[in-house]
């Protein structure tokens, strides 16, 4: 994954974290709100409810005392009156429930149950100014009524009336928008504002639990599939001198709740998308402004390491990019001032490098010359026969010495000017035939140990691109190394190979071998182990074999000889 790529990832990741995270607080934010408003709405509710009971108790208890100082109680007492004469009087005052009692709670008229008369109330009613809630027996069943006591004039008769806390109660409550009000009536009648309530049965837990709780309980209510049909609800038990009467129902639909949610859930959808989109493309700004001047520095980079050291970066900011920039564009000014004084070092130091092999090399062969020389000088002031033996003998000393000379000259003269290849199709199993071909006698002769030649080679041809007499030469410098370094007699193993990609070619011997600081100073021009020679062949080996962009190596151990080891590509600048 590319470093602009990761950005990319990065910026939209961060945007979609940061959006989402917003999203889930202010969602968060808005269920607590929502629910501390809906807690407060419903504690409201059941607070208006217990002042609306209140407040009909209180009227109630009017009505119920006119009733008492009625004429009509007087009669009813007196048992001048109808048995039902207290229907009419509950109609007056429009009450839903009102008996005449004797002192002793013995119904003497009742107007909503005509036939209890004589029965004994069963309402367990308490005299007193304030209203009660009781639990009314009735012919097609029970109800729950509010209760008001009051005597007649003289004490002779309890009036006893109430209302039903039905649907009327609950629309006379001032109900926000969004709540309801429920009302469950023991034993099992559950009604609101409208009347009888439908699926009753998915309140019950909560009606039950208020009733096995015996305190205030919350639930929450899903009428339908749909998540927006909930409703949250409180649920207030009412006593009534330590008998449930009821349940009082506070409910909240949940719906604009849910709605909002939906709503900020798709608006930090449509956001984190927008920003996301937004993310990619200032994410791809920044990368396009951070990366491209690094894919720049590392393209100068790649050529300075391939040789370019003048490569250099455009500046195209002030910031730290920029001076960035300004810093390798610096580096590789200071990398070319570098070199350039180095190559001039380097040039000192071969020139008196050469200089001083050259002196060391020539001098050997020129004492010889100089004693051979003064000795024809004394011969020839001596006298004239012995000057020719001297004269013989010394020219035969000048010739080897000045072949000696030609030999040193020519070395030094073939690794200056060493020419570039010219690449051509060659067999290199040819070629290593060729350049061994020429050491056959020396590997046989008479004046040296035995040298036994072991040579295997590939299976066909092995064509390259290179040039033959270039690296002719160098398998020659070889053959001789390995020759040189065998003056007891062994074994000259050479071996070539295919490779995937080009051809391998080794020369081994069973010689002296090589420490390993030897076999790390062996390409090194003027560094040779012989006693003789210039320290020029190993590194003429290398640079022909550098400039057919192979490589060479080698493999020694002191006692066990060498191996020298040659890879060379198939194709050069031409195609075989």
Known sequence: MTFRTKLLLLTSLTVAGAVALVTGAVAVSTRRAFERLDVARREALLEQFRRELDARGEELSRRVEQIASSAAIEQITSGAAEYDRAQAEAQEQSLDFLDVLQPDLTIISSAHWPARFGYKNDWNIATGTKSFLARITLPEGNAVALIS???????????????????????????????????????????????????????????????ASRHESTATVQWTKQRSSSEAFLGLPLFER???????????????????????????????????????????????????????LAAGARSVAAGDWSARVEVVSHDEIGELAQAFNQMTQHLVEQRDRAIQAERVAAWRELARRLAHELKNPLFPLQITIENLQRARERSAEEFDEVFREGTTTLLAELSNLKTIVGRFSDFAKMPAPQFERVDVNELVRGALKLYDARLHADDRAPTSLRLELADGELPIAADSDQLRRALSNLVLNAMDAMPDGGTLHVVTAKMDDGVRISVADTGLGLTPEECERLFTPYYTTKHHGTGLGLAIVQSVVSDHHGKISVVSEPGRGSTFIIELPLKQGEQI
């Open 149 to 211: 006591v009051r005597s007649s004039p003289g004490g002779k008769a309890l009036v006893a009336g109430g209302r039903s806390l039905n649907a009327e109660l609950l629309k006379s409550l001032g109900i926000a928008p969004g709540m309801r009000a429920l009302l469950w009536r023991a034993p099992d009648d559950l009604i609101d504002a409208q009347g009888a309530v439908q699926h009753a049965d998915k309140l019950e837990p909560l009606i039950a639990q208020v009733k």
């Open 242 to 296: 330590g008998q449930l009467m009821g349940v009082l129902l506070a409910g909240t639909s949940l719906r604009e709740e849910m709605d909002l949610e939906n709503a900020i859930l798709w608006i930090g959808i449509m956001v984190g998308g927008s920003g996301i989109a937004i993310g990619i493309l200032l994410g791809w700004w920044t990368t396009r402004r951070v990366t491209h001047p690094v894919e720049q």
